[in-house]
């Protein structure tokens, strides 16, 4: 070895012992190494002949050559590899270049699409607020139209209830007309009387006490329609001594409404008689209480006799009270008249008129009472049965009044027959005596005249063919 440049290696052995020895760059040094396999063997060198001489600077410079060889070699393959590092590197980094420009571009796109999904997700949260505040602003108006509604349902339901208790307080001034039977047995029940309990006892005049039954007859009750009652339109109130004690039944009440209302209309107040009975019982939860029970019922005649088939005298009159019926005799002489009057309906009614006239000699004179209906005579009572009315038609005609009663015509045009339903002079209740009894005038009938002024009764009787009412 003559080159003292050449690096530190494993270069061949110039010993020749072994096949290569490691040269430090300065010198060489102990460590040999003989296929792959190292050991220790110091130089040692021997001077050297002249050929030996040769032969080692022969064998260093080729392995100076082989040296240099490796050299470039080995700086080839560095450059290559530092080439291939930096291709890699290049690719890694346009790798890396394009992965982030595909993030970046991902980013954008997931940042332009959660934009606007913002923007939808907006649009969508200002459509719902905007309906929100629809249904909001629409529920208010609602709210306020229902309110207005209630508001103005109750001002009608008061300015009603007003109207309806102004309406009452007239018609309770209304002269009073006493149905048909109205003093006869009180059997129709009375609706409601147990909310109404304290009305009832201000009627009684007190509560009843433990087990004290309370029980008064012969009380005059009203019937008002009530068209505005929240629950039942035909609705029929009843008043006594004006306490309002109840109802009609809903079904009596169907078909009474109409025609109280037309009593009412032609200015009256339908009356009829009542019955209270109230006791007070122990409570069966709490014996230390009371508990009070009360039952009202009505003197109410078949719809169809409520009203009479003619309206009543135009001259002052009182109808003397329902009573028991009597047989009028001379009616076979009067068919004509009495076709007139002749209905299906068995239980209708008609109003008559009473007159005292003379009959007999003048030795034995006989007073009977004549009975006629609008102003035509058609028949007359027995002397038995006359002498029953004659102290009551005596009675109205000082009074300058007329005397008339309530008939039932029955039977056929051609064969009909009366009867008189009145109360006996001596039966008469005291109450009748304060105030004539009336009717209304239901079939508009007016009092016509003829041209000479007479009182043309052929026109009354046409027009009080009429119909009573329109049932549609």
């Known amino acids: 070895m003559t080159n003292p440049s050449a690096p530190a290696a494993w270069y061949p052995d110039p010993a020749g012992r072994h096949q290569h020895r490691y040269w430090d760059g300065s010198l060489w040094t ?4 003989t296929d792959g396999a190292q050991s220790i063997d110091p130089l040692g060198v021997a001077p050297l002949t002249r050929r030996a001489a040769r032969q080692q600077a022969a064998q260093e410079t080729v392995a100076s050559n082989t ?4 050299t470039e070699r080995r700086a080839a393959a560095r450059a290559e590899r530092e080439r291939l590092r930096e291709e890699r590197e290049m690719v890694t980094r346009q790798r890396e270049a394009l992965r982030q420009r595909e993030q970046l571009e991902e980013l954008a796109r997931k940042a332009h699409a959660l934009e606007e999904s913002q923007q939808l997700a907006r649009q969508q949260a200002e459509q719902r607020e905007r309906i929100r505040l629809a249904e909001l602003a629409r529920v208010r108006a609602e709210q306020e139209a229902a309110e207005a509604a209630k508001r103005g349902a109750r001002e009608a339901a008061a300015r009603e209830s007003r109207e309806a208790q102004e309406r009452e307080a007239r018609v309770l001034e209304y002269p009073s007309f006493y149905l048909p039977e109205y003093n006869g047995h009180a059997g129709t029940e009375v609706a409601g009387e147990f909310a109404r309990l304290d009305a009832i006892h201000k009627v009684l005049g007190r509560r009843p006490k433990l087990d004290e039954e309370i029980v008064r007859d012969g009380l005059l009750a009203a019937l008002v329609p009530e068209p505005s009652n929240a629950y039942d339109r035909n609705a029929v109130k009843v008043l006594i001594d004006g306490q309002h004690v109840g109802y009609l ?9 109409p025609i109280m209302r037309r009593i009412i209309e032609a200015g009256y107040l339908p009356t009829t008689g009542a019955r209270i009975w109230a006791v007070a019982r122990r409570d069966n939860y709490d014996a230390r209480k009371l508990r009070h029970h009360a039952n009202v019922r009505l003197a109410l005649s078949y ?8 309206d009543p005298p135009f001259e002052g009159y009182s109808i003397i009270p329902w009573g028991g019926s009597l047989q009028v005799t001379g009616e076979e002489h009067h068919q004509e008249v009495l076709a007139e009057y002749v209905t299906d309906d068995p239980s209708a009614l008609v109003i008559g008129t009473l007159t005292l006239i003379q009959r007999g000699t003048p030795k034995a004179p006989k007073e009977l009472i004549e009975i006629s209906i609008d102003g035509q005579r058609i028949g007359q009572l027995t002397p038995g049965s006359s002498q029953h009315f004659i102290p009551t038609v005596q009675h109205l005609e000082r009074q300058g009044q007329t005397a008339a009663a ?7 045009a051609i064969a009909a027959q009366v009867t008189i339903h009145a109360t006996r002079a001596h039966e008469l209740p005291s109450e009748w005596f304060d105030a004539p009894h009336t009717a209304p005038r239901l079939h508009g009938v007016s009092r ?12 009354i009787r046409t027009k009080m063919r009429e119909p009573m009412w329109d049932d549609s």
Request: hydrophobic content about 35%.
């Open 249 to 257: 039944e809903k079904e009596v009440a169907v078909v009474t409404q």
């Open 448 to 459: 016509p005249s003829t041209n000479d002024g007479e009182i043309d009764d052929a026109e």
């Open 303 to 310: 719809t169809g006799s409520m009203l009479p088939l003619n």
């Open 406 to 412: 309530w008939l039932r015509v029955s039977g056929s």
């Open 67 to 70: 040296r240099t060889t490796f």
């Open 30 to 33: 102990e460590y040999v190494a």
